[in-house]
């Protein structure tokens, strides 16, 4: 019997043991064809979670610690990826940069969902114009629903077949083609408007109510992209009627419709905390913006973050001496620095060669410096592009013929002048005046009437 009872502990004290061991980490390793980077980085929707060194033969290996079941982003050099990882995972990955996306293909535990998700980006890609809203905004509606979906159905074909993927992925991959779908459908109106310059398009009362039946409060869906940006869509749209209502800002009446509407806290704070990372440096209001975010959040963390990015940006108030930028090279040769420049006005467009909004600006750009070309105002465009882009960048600006003072910033994103001016996001406009000083550090961009009107309350 004593013997019995002594197997009987040994038993229920392995037992214990097994219970409190937990796999909470993933291992992701992998070999880069043709590397152009030392770094292979991995992150969630809101930081990095791991830079890893990239070996001169092109191979990486490292832990990622920590890991909740959900999609991730890896970035190699200005590429990047989704992808899903879990814990236990040990996930191999291959790719080649000259065919970035086409190249990507995975082996290990866990290959089998983000083979799968590799191939459905690739079949999202393959949708050709019937993703661009520059066709889609010129079709009728009734094309344009079929179209929808027609591409929902052709997704949820494609989940169909995948046999080996975990159950809970799955879940989850059903309701991002759900979501896809709604947002699909959202875009509908924004889409015509843009294209047919019909400001007052409106869908007819036969258009499917996408939003029925949808749960706004879902946590479990909270990693999935194409939920989180329906909410977001689903508030600012709210925001967007009060603020027109109450004759408010649209930025900061957001975040207050965030904090009032929303019940669970986890939602609220990812929505409340995605806005303000980059919104606080475009908002006209710092302090309200920043008072209206202090007020809703509850995560320390979070509040920090944006406290160290305040505590930055109210020093740029207007009449605050600028950052400034020394021995940037210049496009026409030699070097430029900012203080090359004092006596004149300074209009400085941030941007990158691969920044789609920054090149949309440029013919209005290229407008504005024609008209002022003999005032006193000088126009620096300033690239944050990386070093290995930097023939990319005298291509460019060969090719669209672009004016003004182009520069080439010493450390692409991470420059001092950019950090300086807390720049989240780009295309980002700054004006200076003569003296040095800040006149705007978020200034209207080149297609916005507000431009000229600041030019000539300034009398330049």
């Not at 079941?69 to 590429?79: L, S």
């Not at 947002?183 to 409106?202: G, I, L, P, Q, S």
């Not at 990386?386 to 420059?415: C, P, R, V």
Request: net charge negative; proline share 3%; aromatic share 12%.
């Amino acid at each position: 019997m004593k013997k019995f009872l002594l197997i009987l502990l040994v038993l229920t004290i392995i037992s214990c043991s097994k219970k409190e061991t937990k796999i909470d980490y993933a291992i992701l390793s992998g070999k880069i064809e043709n590397i152009n980077g030392p770094t292979f980085s991995v992150r969630s929707s809101v930081k990095v979670l791991k830079d890893i060194s990239v070996q001169e033969d092109g191979t990486f290996m490292d832990t990622i610690q920590d890991v909740q079941p959900g999609y991730y982003v890896f970035r190699y050099n200005n590429e990047t990826s989704g992808f899903y990882l879990k814990p236990g995972d040990n996930l191999n990955l291959s790719l080649d940069t000259k065919e970035f996306d086409e190249s990507i293909a995975y082996s290990g535990i866990g290959s089998s969902e983000n083979n799968y998700l590799a191939q459905k980006y690739l079949n999202d890609e393959g949708l050709g114009k019937y993703r661009a809203y520059q066709y889609l905004g010129t079709i009728n509606e009734e094309d344009y629903v079929r179209i929808a979906d027609s591409v929902k159905k052709l997704e949820i074909d494609y989940l169909d077949s995948q046999k080996d993927i975990d159950g809970d992925f799955r879940t989850l991959e059903e309701a991002s083609i759900t979501y896809n779908w709604v947002n699909r459908m959202d875009r509908y109106e924004a889409y015509k408007r843009f294209v047919t310059e019909e400001k007052d398009f409106e869908v007819s009362e036969n258009y499917p109510d996408y939003n029925k039946g949808l749960n706004l409060e879902d946590e479990a869906l909270l990693g999935i992209n194409d939920y989180s940006t329906y909410l977001i869509s689903y508030y600012n749209k709210k925001a967007k009627e009060s603020a027109k209502q109450n004759n408010t800002e649209i930025d900061i009446t957001y975040l207050k419709t965030l904090s009032n509407d929303i019940k669970s806290p986890i939602i609220k704070e990812k929505l409340l905390y995605g806005a303000a990372r980059s919104g606080i440096s475009y908002t006209k209001s710092v302090q309200d913006y920043y008072d209206v975010f202090m007020a809703g959040s509850t995560d320390d963390a979070h509040k920090q973050d944006i406290t160290e990015k305040y505590n930055k940006l109210i020093k740029l108030s207007n009449g605050q001496p600028s950052p400034k930028f020394v021995d940037y090279e210049n496009y026409s040769g030699g070097t430029t620095s900012l203080d090359d420049l004092k006596g004149k006005y300074v209009y400085i467009d941030v941007w990158a060669t691969w920044c789609g909004p920054c090149i949309r600006e440029i013919p209005a750009l290229k407008e504005v410096e024609k008209n002022y070309h003999d005032k006193n105002i000088a126009f620096v465009s300033l690239s944050i592009d990386a070093k290995n882009d930097h023939d990319k960048w005298m291509e460019m600006i060969k090719e669209k013929e672009l004016g003004g003072i182009q520069l080439f910033a010493d450390n692409s994103g991470k420059s001092q002048f950019v950090t300086d001016y807390g720049i989240q996001g780009i295309p980002r406009f700054l004006l200076i005046d003569p003296e040095g000083n800040i006149v705007n550090s978020n200034a209207p961009r080149p297609s916005s009437p507000e431009l000229i009107d600041l030019f000539d309350e300034l009398e330049i």
